[in-house]
């Protein structure tokens, strides 16, 4: 069986996805079966499994730092959030149920046996499990019951080492502050610990890591300064996309820097799988502008690009609450393209039916009427990885569906997108191809329908971009800058065999 190690985090966003995204591509790089793990995910952003299933879009990042396919059992438990207060519980990659917090909090005990088989399942596989905790153990108000941090190291019997992330500022407190609340047992656990996010001289925190060992008992792995490269994986949280899109990123001056190809991204409250986004952030002479609440949709845009959503009446109806729609219109009169991926596509349609109540109380929601199409919400899920070639560019491009609800209507009788197998209605376009909506996810890391897509707004390719490449290549940069900052051998010492062998023994048939 594989030795595991679990990484929590002193805080929520400390780093801990792309933490064990590098060290899964560093270890195996020394030539180790790595997989990763997350008991539970929160995220609206997730990813396809080739056997149908969703998993959290990091945990799919983190499958191919280890150069794995990406498996429901890697993130066994998916919430996506719904509302304030509930969430969809998406189960080994399908979907149970429909919860509220606090319902939530007595479901948990019942899908503890599911998390610890979806361990076993991925332990059989590797010789390296690289488990990753949700939000921070030292949250002891959400102890009990627990499978995201401390609940599950106990069951499965795993060590764990603690991230803190000093960018925020008084990581010492973070340390010692976890050390001082957790029980006993819980701390006992924590083996190492290592700080994040360093920027400046690191000489001048050595004082600061030997306090944090002297005070915890826990040995320090590594001081890992600040990657700048991050901003080229795909991220996880909606918060992270200004910081890659706000005026500091290599993405003007290559081209024309006057003059930019500009695509603009409403904020949507429910946004998801914005990771659409990531190719054209990357692109040379484009910018991606993620336009938040409150402000206007920008009379320049070449495209205003609508994303995915998870609840898409409730965004459409933040949009208009903005007056995006009234922006969209002007965009339009000026001569402006308009894309609608998923929920931004049934939203650009002129109805959106949901007869079952699936996203509130059963009704007809008026859509923004610039596609002559009708989307009608059925309790089904559409999952699944696709392929289409694209009629406009003549390119092939390949990605995935994730949305419940069928479209159609006479726009659909003019499919930009034809899926060699998928039901009529997966794309539409308005005679003029001025605006455009589709269900398939992903269709940007295409270079060759990217570069031609693009090129039908006006932008000139001045250099050539291999997205896939990137990704790999910043990968490979992140596992090296772990290797020099960080103890691996000593992060492998820590790492152990699952003591309590019985719970997380593989279930029979």
């Known amino acids: 069986m594989a ?42 952003n997730a990813g396809v499994t080739a056997d149908g299933g969703e998993i959290g879009r990091a945990q ?23 509302s304030e207060t509930g969430a969809q519980v998406v189960v080994q990659g399908q979907r149970l149920t429909t919860a509220r917090a606090r319902d939530y909090g007595k479901l948990k005990k019942r899908l503890l046996p599911r998390v610890l088989e979806s361990f076993a399942r991925i332990c059989e596989e590797a010789d390296l499990v690289l488990i990753e905790g949700a939000g921070s153990p ?26 803190g992330d000093i960018d925020r500022g008084g990581v010492i407190a973070q340390m010692v502050g976890t050390r001082a609340v957790l029980e006993a047992a819980d701390a006992a656990r924590i083996r190492g610990f290592a700080v994040n996010k360093f920027r400046g001289d690191p000489g001048l925190f050595a004082e600061g890591m030997a306090e944090i060992a002297q005070r915890t008992g826990w040995q320090a792995l590594g001081l890992v300064p600040w990657f700048p490269d991050a901003w080229r994986l795909p991220a996880e949280d909606v918060m992270d996309i200004p910081s890659r899109t706000d005026g500091t990123l290599p993405r003007q001056g290559r081209q024309d820097p ?40 920008p009379g320049n845009a070449d495209l205003v690009l609508i994303p ?100 159609f209507g006479p726009d659909c009788m003019n499919p930009w997108l034809a899926p060699a197998a998928a039901p009529a209605g997966s794309s539409a376009a308005t005679p003029g191809e001025r605006v455009l909506g589709c269900y398939l996810h992903g269709i940007f890391a295409s270079d060759s329908f990217r570069h031609a897509f693009l090129a039908r707004l006006g932008h000139a390719e001045s250099e050539a971009t291999a997205h896939e490449a990137r990704i790999e290549e910043t990968l490979d940069a992140l596992a090296c800058h772990m290797e020099e900052h960080l103890d691996l051998d000593a992060i492998l010492g820590i790492a152990a065999r699952p003591a309590a062998a019985g719970a997380v023994s593989f279930p029979s048939a």
């Open 138 to 163: 030292a949250e002891i108000n959400l102890r009990s019951g627990d499978i995201a941090n401390m609940g599950f190291a106990e069951a499965a019997g795993v060590p764990v080492i603690l991230l």
């Open 308 to 407: 995915g959503s998870k609840a898409t009446i409730a965004d459409l109806e933040a949009f208009r609450a903005e007056g995006w729609d009234i922006d969209l219109a002007a965009h339009l009169r000026r001569g402006g393209h308009v894309l609608g991926i998923c929920g931004g596509y049934q939203m650009l349609g002129r109805e959106i039916r949901d007869p079952h109540g699936i996203e509130g109380r059963p009704g007809t929601h008026q859509g923004l009427g610039l596609l002559d199409v009708i989307t009608e919400m059925r309790p089904e899920k559409h999952l699944g990885l696709a392929t289409a070639r694209c009629r406009l560019t003549g390119c092939g491009v390949s990605g995935y569906e994730i949305h419940i609800g069928t479209t």
């Open 258 to 297: 006057d003059r930019p190809i500009r695509i603009a991204v409403p904020r949507l409250p429910r946004i998801a799988n914005f990771d659409d986004l990531d190719p054209l952030i990357g692109e040379p002479g484009v910018c991606v502008e993620i336009i938040a609440p409150g402000h206007p949709l």
């Open 3 to 44: 030795k595991a190690v679990m990484v929590q985090g002193a805080g929520s966003n400390v780093g801990k996805s792309l933490f064990v995204a590098g060290l899964g591509r560093a270890f195996v790089r020394r030539g180790l079966r790595v997989r990763p793990f997350k008991p539970q995910n929160m995220s609206n």
């Open 60 to 82: 799919a990042l983190q499958a191919r730092a280890c150069r794995a396919a990406p498996s429901v059992h890697m993130n066994p438990v998916l919430l996506k959030p719904e």
